[in-house]
């Protein structure tokens, strides 16, 4: 098989709109129905909803990640997801969560955070993928038996789109990454 993957310059959300309409035509080409994004403000995830038909997931950062108690996901743009049939999901990183908060609290570092940083080898934004898809197959939000689209960046917008199975925090290797639609060249 051969297939053309987008590689940007640099990454970032200037390469959003891209990656989405090259998600949208792999989604076609493969019959693809289940998306997953890494959205926190909400609003790569509202643009995917207008370009996609099918089950969409929105993961936004858990409650105190920037500021204690606090989620980073406005309402209104919560509603908006909503209205438009998208899933919303806040969540703790399955590639840091309580590892991370251990680490900062005593120093050293844990697998999981030296998993995380070998996939920011390839690209944070492939990074991101994995984790959202792993975050939300834990929800039950998106299913581990056929293949989905895992949409990532860095900061913010999207710069990276993955196949992927996903699969359970609990069977982490499982999951099956078969293709990179885009990604920022590292």
Not at 59 to 69: D, M
């Amino acid at each position: 098989m051969e297939k053309k993957i987008c590689y940007f310059e640099e990454p970032g959300k200037e390469n959003t709109e891209r990656v989405l309409e090259l998600v949208r035509e792999r989604a076609d080409q493969l019959g693809i129905r289940n998306f997953v994004v890494a959205s926190v403000s909400g609003e790569t995830a509202l643009r995917l909803s207008e370009m996609v038909e099918g089950n969409i997931v929105s993961v936004t950062h858990h409650a105190g990640f920037r500021e204690k108690g606090q989620l980073e996901l406005e309402d209104e743009a919560r509603d908006a997801l909503l209205e438009r049939g998208v899933n919303v999901y806040a969540g703790s990183h399955a590639l840091s969560g309580v590892g991370r908060g251990i680490s900062n609290r005593f120093g050293g570092v844990t697998p999981v955070e030296i998993m995380a940083e070998t996939l920011r080898m390839v690209s944070q934004g492939f990074k991101v993928c994995v984790e959202i898809a792993i975050m939300a197959a834990d929800a039950g939000l998106i299913p581990v038996d056929e293949e989905v689209i895992a949409i990532g960046g860095t900061a913010w917008g999207a710069d990276t789109a993955l196949v992927l199975t996903p699969a359970h925090m609990n069977r982490v290797f499982d999951l099956r990454i078969h293709e990179v639609i885009a990604m920022p060249r590292p």
